[in-house]
């Protein structure tokens, strides 16, 4: 059973930048994709950001441009900067690693953009 760990989030000024972490519990980024999703209040939750096993990234349109996903593979984490943030990126942020029919979800991460 893998586990992932998110940190990093808090409330941060329309403008402002912040960094979320996600800590596997084991080695898996060689096989598995890690992604990012949010859910804000009210909506259903979406992709973000993905990385795949071979270092390819993808990221939802709302975000190109300002999100970086990234990894460390000798710390098992996966990132996500987050740069010119929007009020419209609150959310709690949550971290997926995926492959095959296996699925595992952190517990998320509160991220709230607001003055």
């Known amino acids: 059973q893998v586990q992932l760990v998110e940190s990093g989030g808090g409330l941060v000024q329309p403008g402002g930048s912040l960094r979320l972490s996600c800590a596997a519990s084991e080695s898996i980024f060689d096989i598995y994709a890690m992604a990012w999703h949010r859910q804000a209040p009210g909506k259903q939750r979406e992709l973000v950001a993905v990385?795949?096993?071979?270092?390819?990234?993808n990221y939802a349109e709302s975000v190109k441009g300002r999100f970086t996903i990234s990894r460390d593979n000798a710390k098992n984490t996966v990132y996500l900067q987050m740069n010119s943030l929007k009020p419209e990126d609150t959310a709690v942020y949550y971290c997926?690693?995926?492959?095959?029919?296996?699925?595992?979800w952190g517990q998320g991460t509160q991220v709230t953009v607001s003055s």
């Open positions: 997926n690693a995926g492959w095959a029919l296996h699925s595992y």
């Open positions: 990385i795949t096993s071979g270092g390819s990234t």
